[in-house]
């Protein structure tokens, strides 16, 4: 039998007082992203995401969303908050931290990516050892991408490879700019939020982006041309990710990191990419009447520019001793594979 001293006992009791208390202590975590409260990624990803936190950890983890870049700064300085600790989770474009992540710009290549965020989301998860080095400072949650690029103009129409050359057009990446030098386009890169301006201004001609965004943006009333291949097949896409704080991480109780931890994984790659295929549908089918489907030669042609930009990057990352030749020949490799067994998104 055990015995304790009345003063051995109230210690005791008051080590299990402070341990049941840190384990039960609440916590707040606060994510920051640069497009509005009413974008499909507040929507479908981020609150849904925040919820399951909540109610997985018996409300000890809260979630409180920031949108549109309302704790300041422009959407370029989301990962500097996020590793100097400002805030403890963003979710921002990869193409606005450009050198940040170079082997996860693979997934975001013209002729590697295809038309389907579900099938390059599953190559991402798939091949995540390759990319891993791009996540050392930071907890990487979530790395995805939308459905694909497509072109909308105004007042051009796309019959051949040469009708680009010389547009205005949008990218927001550093391979859509190479992509935009090898079609002899130029590049104007706009904020997202102000596109619709841009194209009513007469500040460009075109820009590469996701149908799933288009009402969001107001773009029905501008775009009068809609272009991707006949097979659905897009002009690259844009890679998206869910970062957290690694000492926010590690600095949560065992169990709190292990709510986070089941949350995500290929479960969540998986319905992430389906859900953006998702959202694609209805815009597609809204935009149909404008939407110019190349035809397989002309596509050929552009996926002939699209190759220069491929081997510019393969050589880029040879010079950072990163072996690309492998990232994109895997990266193909099982976007190939999942593509076919996912149906077409019209």
């Known amino acids: 039998m055990f015995t304790h001293t009345p003063i051995g006992l109230a210690v005791l009791l008051l080590s299990l007082f402070m341990l049941n208390s840190a384990q039960a202590e609440n916590h707040t975590l606060r994510l920051h992203h640069f497009l509005g409260p009413n974008s499909p990624a507040q929507a ?201 704080n690694k000492d926010r991480y590690e600095s949560l109780p065992a169990n709190l990191r292990q709510v986070i931890d089941d949350q995500i994984g290929q479960d969540l790659y998986r319905s992430m990419g389906q859900a953006w295929d998702d959202l694609e549908a209805p815009m597609f089918r809204a935009q149909r009447d404008r939407v110019n489907r190349l035809d397989v030669d002309i596509i050929y042609d552009f996926e002939a520019l699209s190759e220069q930009v491929v081997r510019r990057w393969i050589d880029d990352m040879a010079r950072q001793g990163v072996d690309g030749e492998t990232l994109v020949h895997e990266a193909r490799r099982y976007i190939a594979r999942y593509s076919r067994i996912i149906t077409t998104l019209e």
């Open 44 to 244: 479908v990803l981020l609150e849904p995401f925040a919820q399951r936190l909540r109610d997985e950890s018996n409300g000890q983890l809260d979630v409180s969303i920031h949108p549109g870049m309302s704790l300041g700064g422009v959407p370029g300085d989301l990962y500097q908050q996020l590793v100097d600790g400002e805030v403890d989770m963003i979710w921002t474009l990869a193409g606005y931290h450009p050198g940040q992540f170079p082997r996860t710009e693979v997934f975001e290549l013209p002729s590697v990516h295809f038309r389907s965020a579900n099938a390059t989301n599953r190559a991402i998860y798939a091949n995540f050892d390759l990319i891993e080095a791009d996540y050392a400072d930071v907890k990487p949650l979530l790395v995805h991408v939308h459905g694909g690029n497509a072109l909308h103009l105004k007042n051009h129409s796309i019959q051949s490879a040469a009708d680009v050359r010389n547009l205005r057009i949008h990218t927001p990446s550093r391979t859509g700019s190479w992509l935009m030098e090898a079609w002899g386009s130029r590049e104007t890169t706009v904020p997202v939020l102000q596109i619709r301006d841009a194209f009513a201004n007469d500040q460009i001609d075109g820009a590469l982006l996701p149908l799933e965004i288009f009402t969001a943006l107001g773009l029905e009333s501008q775009v009068t041309e809609t272009v991707q291949g006949s097979d659905g097949s897009r002009f690259g896409t844009a890679v998206f990710l869910l970062l957290m």
